[in-house]
Nanobody, 128 residues
Framework: QVQLVESGGGSVQAGGSLGLSCAAS????????MGWFRQAPGKEREAVAS????????YYADSVKGRFTISQDNAKNTLYLQMNSLKPEDTAMYYC?????????????????????WGQGTQVTVSS
């Protein structure tokens, strides 16, 4: 089992920045992919960014490229998401997730939507 706890959400005005953190514990060595997802009310879950922890390959949704940065600190078992130039459409519940895929492509293709371990989420609200 892997436990994930997100932190860092909050409210910010458009154009501002927020940084999210995800602390992982438990059998983290059993996973090789971590990611950030978001879901707004009435919308489907969206993959925001993911990182292949064994090699560092990354994926970003087109809507966040150039604005968000995913990173990891293996020594601290922590995943980060730095969000800059935030827009009202970035408003959502953000979730951290971890999974074992075995292949970098499976982690960074953008197709990951379900499966693995998930945190409880942290709310990000961007006002115009």
């Amino acid at each position: 089992q892997v436990q994930l706890v997100e932190s860092g959400g909050g409210s910010v005005q458009a154009g501002g920045s927020l940084g999210l953190s995800c602390a992982a514990s438990g059998n983290t060595y059993s996973t090789d992919c971590m990611g950030w997802f978001r879901q707004a009310p009435g919308k489907e879950r969206e993959a925001v960014a993911s990182i292949y922890t064994n090699g560092g390959g990354t994926y970003y949704a087109d809507s966040v490229k150039g604005r968000f940065t995913i990173s990891q600190d293996n020594a601290k078992n922590t995943l980060y998401l730095q969000m800059n130039s935030l827009k009202p459409e970035d408003t959502a519940m953000y979730y951290c997730a971890a999974a074992a895929f075995g292949l970098q492509y499976s982690c960074v293709s953008g197709a990951w939507r379900h499966g693995g371990y998930w945190g409880q989420g942290t709310q990000v609200t961007v006002s115009s």
